[in-house]
């Protein structure tokens, strides 16, 4: 791999041991991935803090073992300096609000807190979000960052027109220190071009309409990068954040192109640019009932627990929560979690939708979400919830049957107890 002059003196210890440890992981995971230079970043999106019991042991060597362990690779623990990047802490295990209505252990909240005061004062801004995008971290066109969750990355390639590949909790910690992250994948111009097409043929107009076609698109495309046309409207960020979060769950997509929305296809000969179709697919309503029904893996319409913002809900999907709560009361035997950037639950407070929200018997919750803390309502046993992701993976996760439908039919399953659902 070709070093400039400031890496290599980064590498042979100008900047300290982390940095050295950090330059060195880069070179391992460059060369293995066949990159020929890294490239400079300054925004990273990474995992920084301790909130699993597996890391419990780790953490009772102080938090600079972990970040030495689990962010750097190394079995040397290290001094970990100020960020040489702007970095911000993603989703974390924990609740730090609602941690005990979570059933969480009151000694992973204190490691949690622990934690983020270390990385705090290391500047990582701690948004504990899988979609920093929604709370400032909002990269320019073009811009190479180096972030880590699947929802995330694929908004910050094909939503916004930013340069990431899927990183993990060490690549993301070596470039917050360095400022650098291996130059191959989706960080280069030729491999951001197009190579499967999707017509659509019935609308797409409705949160529910863009969560089935993200899952549609990614069982069709796997790894590849689509190009979708025909009748799409309504198209707008939060709902490119449903279509992005379900297609990066039924398939591996990590960028996309909507020629006349996405910041990458004025047309579609500038999405495919110097590549082509090397598949076509057709959306069309067999295809949409065949996605809403692969989504349903319950069988008992009775439902315990209702889940809401997976990717975390935008300030507008709170609100309309809280309009469509307003005035009435959730079934007795059914819980109501809502999830948002904790920034964004604050906007959502002094606007009354919390107070809304809690008043017909539901939670606000910030931080975390049930797939990664794997933490419900004790007893739940049917989920609904507006989230192809979640639906995809919280069955799997936490052994429960799950519904997946609209926003208004998750709302009526709460106000009744009863899935109907949209069909």
Known sequence: MQLTDTEKAMRDGAGG????????????YGNALGAERLVETDNVAGAFNASTPSVRKIAENGMAEVFSRLNLDSDKT???????????????????????????????????????????????????????????????????????????????????????????KESTGAAALTGRIPYWGYHLTENRYGNRHIRVDVPVRSMLDWGLLGYFTGEMVEENIPVLEGNLSGVDLVKLKHFGAAAASSGGVEMYHIPGHTPEARSAEEAFGTSRAEESHVYDAAARKKMYD????????????????????????VGRIAHLLDGKRLHPDVALWVHTPRAIRTVAERSGYVARIEAAGGKVMSDTCPAISRRLPEGVRVIATDSAKQAHYLPAIAKVQGWFGSLEACIEAGLTGTWKGDF
């Open 294 to 317: 692969t989504l349903q893996s319950a069988e008992d319409r009775k439902v315990d627990f209702i889940m809401l913002g997976c990717p975390h809900n935008s300030i507008e999907q």
């Open 17 to 28: 041991e982390a940095v050295a440890a950090a330059m060195d992981l880069l070179i391992r």
């Open 78 to 168: 290290v001094e970990i300096p100020q960020m040489a990047a702007r970095t911000c802490q993603l989703i974390t295990g924990i609740d730090d609000q609602n941690w005990a209505l979570q059933g969480a252990d009151p000694q992973m909240i204190e490691m949690q807190r622990a934690s983020e005061a270390f990385v705090g004062q290391r500047g990582v801004n701690l948004m504990a979000t899988c979609t920093p995008y929604q709370v400032g971290n909002v990269p320019t066109f073009g811009e190479h960052c180096a972030w880590m969750e699947s929802s995330a990355v694929i908004y910050c390639n094909g939503a916004l027109g930013g340069r990431t590949n899927v990183e993990g």
